[in-house]
């Protein structure tokens, strides 16, 4: 073939714009990180450097959504840029011993990737099912490897976690009837329990390795990593127990802040910073009633499980080299977004199904304003018949339905606490977040202005055009629980799940 027919196959493989170049993808993915957790989100005592210096490079977004409330339903949304509602994923997570699973049907970004020559990987905490055999493994739906725990670290007795000694202030337990938890490679259980103080090197180890192959094959390469950190309860490995001002939380932040550190560096060490997109974001709010070892939400209200902004609204920052200017944004975006907008940067085919994201590449790349006007909130316990709880058109956002919840607890606002039982607000509660933020003045109190009636029209129609278009596929997560589905490294052993115990591999040896 001559140039001129390979620049023809090019011009005519690539819309316009995206480069025969496909960036890297590195998705990093916080646990219960709050709005208000990072130094650059304004916490007082966080060390976050390596976050904080990545948001100086890169653009940092301040009306950022996740679209659930609690992990499992949120990580089905950032992976499928749908809804969980249409995949299934709700109300609530999935357990160890779950039938149900992110279904093989739905087309994830890893897949979406790997079509255009993407090779793929996953570390950490995947969460959207285990299954029979492994059926709703990351490996089966396009992640080429996977290192990680399938579903939440605090699902099993966190047998050598922190909270011990008992004096130690935990405020909570682990699943203690839960099998002993499992750290998987590809399929296979590589280590049982999980040894926490090594696990984090473990994880950052297989992604440098992961990226230095894919650059050594000169593949497109996408790693997802979804941190355990920093959720529940907290732990760290040896170089940062102890180092963070801002005790068992500070040091479980400061070691996910030093992965994306570890990460940066590697990128820049191999010289492919201008070819490489980072997206840093987190699954949803804090969980306060963990006191001084949860996240927080800064100026927002409430946190994990609520439709509140503090619920829902997260840290996130995309960093490019020499493509994305550096700044901050207020624009509207959502974890919804991101496949749709690596689809188009890597030149990559959208599935043909209902996507509720939208292509973010030119407000990235150019600096335009963002396609999406509208987010809606969707509760942990969906009720089909409720549907959304909360709707933001613009800057305005109506609460149609409101909650407290568990997660939330411990906070001085009795809003957030469980006490606050399911109430419908007609008409609903409406705030400006551009002029309050944390949503404390109800601009239809003690009446509804002239003004604002044809916006609460809009939104009341929206609400209405928003629930007829929206499909409910029947719930994953009530399929049910089959206790020997928990996995266990020893399958033959007794008594379960205690004998699920396996020598634990050192990190030097993997
Ligand atoms: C699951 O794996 C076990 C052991 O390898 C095998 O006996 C069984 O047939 C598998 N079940 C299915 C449904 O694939
Ligand atoms: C856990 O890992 C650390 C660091 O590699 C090691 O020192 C420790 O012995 C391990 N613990 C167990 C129970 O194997
Ligand atoms: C990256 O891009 C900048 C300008 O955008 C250029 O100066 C630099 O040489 C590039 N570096 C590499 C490694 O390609
Ligand atoms: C997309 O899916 C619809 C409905 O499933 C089908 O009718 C249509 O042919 C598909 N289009 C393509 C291009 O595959």
Same mark, same amino acid.
């Given at each position: 073939?001559?140039?001129?027919?390979?620049?023809?196959?090019?011009?005519?493989?690539?819309?316009?714009?995206?480069?025969?170049?496909?960036?890297?993808?590195?998705?990093?993915?916080?646990?219960?990180?709050?709005?208000?957790?990072? /130094?650059?989100?304004?916490?007082?005592?966080?060390?976050?450097?390596?976050?904080?210096?990545?948001?100086?490079?890169?653009?940092?977004?301040?009306?950022?959504?996740?679209? /659930?409330?609690?992990?499992?339903?949120?990580?089905?949304?950032?992976?499928?840029?749908?809804?969980?509602?249409?995949?299934?994923?709700?109300?609530?997570?999935?357990?160890?011993?779950?039938?149900? #699973?992110? &279904?093989?049907?739905?087309?994830?970004?890893?897949?979406?990737? @790997?079509?255009?020559?993407?090779?793929?990987?996953?570390? /950490?905490?995947?969460?959207?099912?285990?299954?029979?055999?492994?059926?709703?493994?990351?490996?089966?739906?396009?992640?080429? $490897?996977?290192?990680?725990?399938?579903?939440?670290?605090?699902?099993?007795?966190?047998? *050598?976690?922190?909270?011990?000694?008992?004096?130690?202030?935990?405020?909570?337990?682990?699943?203690?009837?839960?099998?002993?938890? +499992?750290?998987?490679?590809?399929?296979?259980?590589?280590?049982?329990?999980?040894?926490?103080?090594?696990?984090?090197?473990?994880?950052?180890?297989?992604?440098?390795?992961?990226?230095?192959?894919?650059?050594?094959? =000169?593949? &497109?390469?996408?790693?997802?990593?979804?941190? @355990?950190?920093?959720?529940?309860?907290?732990?760290?490995?040896?170089?940062?127990? #102890?180092?963070?001002?801002?005790?068992?939380?500070?040091?479980?932040?400061?070691?996910?802040?030093?992965?994306?550190?570890?990460?940066?560096?590697?990128?820049?060490?191999?010289?492919?910073?201008?070819?490489?997109?980072?997206?840093?974001?987190?699954?949803?709010?804090?969980?306060?009633?963990?006191?001084?070892?949860?996240?927080?939400?800064?100026?927002?209200?409430? #946190?994990?499980?609520?439709?509140?902004?503090?619920?829902?609204?997260? &840290?996130?920052?995309?960093?490019?080299?020499?493509?994305?200017?550096?700044?901050?944004?207020?624009?509207?975006?959502?974890?919804?977004?991101?496949?749709?907008?690596?689809?188009?940067?890597?030149?990559?085919?959208?599935? *043909?199904?209902?996507?509720?994201?939208?292509?973010?590449?030119?407000?990235?790349?150019?600096?335009?304003?963002?396609?999406?006007?509208?987010?809606?909130?969707?509760?942990?316990?969906?009720?089909?018949?409720?549907?959304?709880?909360?709707?933001?058109?613009?800057?305005?956002?109506?609460?149609?339905?409101?909650?407290?919840?568990?997660?939330?607890?411990?906070?001085?606002? +009795?809003?957030? $606490?469980?006490?606050?039982?399911?109430?419908? @607000?007609?008409?609903?509660?409406?705030?400006?977040?551009?002029?309050?933020?944390?949503?404390?003045? =109800?601009?239809?109190?003690?009446?509804?202005?002239?003004?604002?009636?044809?916006?609460?029209?809009?939104?009341?129609?929206?609400?209405?055009?928003?629930?007829?278009?929206?499909?409910?596929?029947?719930?994953?997560? =009530?399929?049910?629980?089959?206790?020997?589905?928990?996995?266990?490294? =020893?399958?033959?052993?007794?008594?379960?799940?205690?004998?699920? @115990?396996?020598?634990?591999?050192?990190?030097?040896?993997?």
């Amino acid at each position: 073939m001559g140039p001129w027919v390979l620049l023809l196959a090019g011009l005519l493989l690539c819309p316009a714009g995206v480069s025969t170049n496909p960036p890297n993808i590195i998705l990093i993915f916080a646990d219960d990180m709050g709005y208000g957790d990072l /130094g650059v989100y304004g916490h007082p005592t966080s060390h976050t450097p390596n976050l904080d210096s990545m948001a100086a490079k890169g653009l940092r977004f301040t009306n950022f959504y996740t679209t /659930g409330a609690v992990c499992s339903p949120s990580r089905a949304s950032l992976l499928t840029g749908r809804f969980q509602t249409r995949s299934g994923v709700y109300p609530g997570v999935f357990y160890p011993s779950s039938v149900g #699973g992110l &279904p093989l049907s739905e087309v994830t970004i890893a897949e979406v990737l @790997h079509s255009r020559g993407y090779v793929t990987a996953m570390a /950490g905490k995947w969460h959207l099912g285990l299954g029979l055999n492994g059926t709703f493994l990351p490996t089966r739906q396009g992640f080429q $490897h996977f290192l990680g725990v399938p579903y939440s670290h605090d699902q099993g007795p966190c047998q *050598n976690l922190i909270c011990f000694p008992p004096d130690t202030r935990c405020y909570g337990t682990c699943d203690l009837g839960e099998t002993l938890l +499992p750290v998987f490679i590809d399929e296979q259980i590589l280590q049982q329990p999980v040894n926490f103080t090594e696990l984090v090197p473990i994880y950052e180890q297989f992604s440098k390795s992961f990226i230095q192959r894919a650059v050594e094959q =000169n593949k &497109p390469f996408f790693l997802y990593y979804a941190a @355990h950190h920093t959720h529940y309860p907290q732990f760290a490995s040896a170089r940062y127990t #102890g180092k963070s001002i801002r005790g068992k939380y500070g040091d479980a932040l400061l070691e996910f802040d030093g992965t994306v550190g570890d990460l940066l560096m590697a990128v820049w060490d191999l010289g492919i910073q201008n070819n490489t997109l980072f997206i840093f974001t987190s699954d949803n709010g804090p969980e306060t009633m963990r006191k001084e070892r949860g996240g927080a939400s800064g100026i927002l209200k409430c #946190g994990k499980s609520t439709t509140y902004e503090g619920g829902l609204r997260e &840290p996130a920052i995309m960093y490019w080299e020499g493509k994305i200017k550096p700044g901050v944004t207020s624009e509207l975006a959502s974890t919804l977004d991101i496949l749709p907008t690596v689809a188009a940067l890597a030149g990559a085919k959208l599935p *043909n199904v209902t996507l509720d994201g939208y292509d973010l590449s030119k407000l990235l790349l150019k600096g335009d304003k963002s396609p999406r006007n509208t987010f809606y909130y969707y509760p942990p316990t969906i009720d089909p018949n409720r549907g959304i709880h909360a709707l933001r058109m613009g800057k305005y956002k109506a609460h149609f339905y409101t909650q407290g919840a568990f997660h939330s607890e411990t906070t001085p606002d +009795p809003d957030c $606490h469980i006490t606050a039982l399911l109430t419908e @607000h007609n008409p609903p509660l409406l705030f400006d977040l551009d002029t309050d933020p944390a949503e404390n003045y =109800n601009l239809l109190k003690p009446f509804i202005p002239k003004d604002l009636e044809p916006i609460l029209t809009e939104i009341l129609n929206e609400r209405d055009r928003f629930h007829q278009s929206m499909n409910y596929a029947p719930s994953e997560t =009530n399929k049910g629980k089959d206790p020997s589905l928990r996995p266990c490294c =020893n399958p033959e052993c007794t008594p379960k799940p205690s004998c699920c @115990h396996c020598s634990v591999p050192s990190v030097n040896e993997l």
